[in-house]
């Protein structure tokens, strides 16, 4: 848990951790065979469906950061000149594309101006003039805090283009923004350790659909890819589902017990509970904001992420100028990081224990941030000020 030396870690991941999990992630070197390490990463595997909602989607946990998972969409499903529609919110979305076109797609980008998401009718249209292998949706943009209406695109596609595989870029939203993997028909689901599921960085986390595997095993070409190849991990995954070692490449032994950890305490409390909790958080969140005279960037609350909150500044404020002010209040926060806008705004993030666990780090961050505003020069009413210490 944060100490008096150590400031608390608000950014849109990495996050606050429990104490469990940094336990988890110091215990001594332990082989990637033995039995409590075989099981934890069984069990890892099958929390995973829970958290996102499938009975029979393929988990892959590989040593890596979310990144890696792009990659392992983009170098298992696209062949050389396929089509891939992406839906872009943001920062992160035009790295998705970038990394689409990497692995040799012809990409169309359908982008929405900062602070907004595609309207559907516009992604039925895209999905109507060509024959897309793939879409990608990242489901919170971590540059904006735009939530995008992942049910309402697989419904589109369902409806127009139902070849199309339904890639969801989830690294800011898995375990904290609902998504129900089968229900909705979602192929893959990216995301990664450090942000709603708790742990910390250093696992990539893939859910892949039975469709999307078997788009692999039709593959034309070779994956263009050693380390990122399904292939070679599915044998992995099974056999330790299966409460066997199997090897391809090492795994990140400490990071599996420190997710281990945290998705023990996220599927005890449910995952109902869990989103609610994060809902109820940004919901507070979004109060503060308003109560400081400011917006968010995402442009109206139903378009806000409950993971993070990105917040406008006033025109005589800039990030830099917030940021040090903050951290001096024991609250590290981030900065913007979209195109053109980044000193305009700074991002919050209320992922994780923040969320579901009464320890007021989320009172605490509004209480320095609304400090730091008024230190800047910008008039904070009375409600945003006061605030209990966290419980460290
Ligand atoms: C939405 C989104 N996608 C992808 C990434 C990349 O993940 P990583 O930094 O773990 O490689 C991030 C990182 O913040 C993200 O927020």
Redesign the pocket.
């Known amino acids: 848990m944060p100490t008096k030396e150590r400031a608390l870690c608000m950014i849109?991941?990495p996050v606050e951790m429990s104490a469990a999990v940094l336990a988890a992630n110091s215990t001594p070197a332990t082989a990637h065979t033995d039995p409590v390490f075989v099981e934890a990463f069984g069990q890892v595997i099958e929390g995973l469906r829970t958290v996102v909602g499938t009975k029979d989607g393929q988990p892959f946990v590989i040593a890596?950061?979310?990144?890696?998972?792009?990659d392992q969409a983009a170098a298992n499903l696209i062949e050389e000149g396929e089509h891939v529609l992406v839906l872009s919110n943001g920062y992160?979305g035009e790295?998705?594309a970038d990394c689409m076109e990497t692995y040799g797609a012809q990409v169309t980008r359908l982008r929405a101006a900062p602070g907004h998401r595609q309207a559907l009718a516009e992604v039925a249209q895209a999905l109507r003039a060509k024959a897309y292998k793939a879409i990608t949706v990242?489901?919170?943009?971590?540059?904006t805090g735009v939530l995008a209406d992942v049910e309402g695109v697989c419904e589109v596609v369902r409806d127009h283009s139902p070849a199309t595989l339904v890639v969801v870029?989830?690294?800011?939203?898995t375990a904290a923004e609902r998504l129900c993997f089968d229900a909705w028909g979602v192929d893959v689901v990216?995301t990664?350790s450090?942000?709603a599921l708790g742990s910390p960085?250093g696992i990539?986390v893939v859910v892949a659909s039975q469709r999307a595997l078997q788009t692999v095993e039709a593959r034309k070409t070779r994956v263009p890819a050693y380390y990122a190849n399904w292939t070679r991990w599915l044998p992995i995954m099974q056999a330790y589902e299966a409460r066997a070692p199997k090897y391809f490449a090492t795994p990140c032994v400490q990071a599996i017990f420190a997710l281990n950890a945290s998705l023990r305490d996220i599927l005890d409390d449910g995952m109902e509970a869990v989103f609610a909790a994060h809902e109820r958080t940004a919901a507070k969140v979004r109060a503060a904001v308003d109560s400081w005279g400011l917006k968010t960037v995402a442009a109206e609350p139903a378009l806000c992420s409950n993971a993070m909150t990105a917040v406008w500044l006033p025109e005589s404020i800039q990030a830099a100028d917030l940021l040090p002010k903050l951290k001096a209040r024991g609250v590290v926060a981030a900065g913007g990081i979209l195109a053109g806008h980044a000193h305009r705004y700074f991002r919050l993030g209320h992922m994780g224990v923040s969320a579901t666990r009464d320890n007021g780090f989320v009172d605490a961050t509004l209480a320095a941030a609304a400090a730091a505003l008024e230190e800047c020069g910008h008039p904070v009413a009375q409600s945003g000020r006061s605030s209990p210490p966290p419980r460290l």
């Not at 870029?169 to 939203?173: E, S």
């Open positions: 849109p991941g890596g950061s979310g990144t890696l998972g792009w992160f790295g998705l990242s489901q919170v943009d971590t540059s870029d989830g690294v800011c939203a990216i990664a450090q942000k960085p990539s």
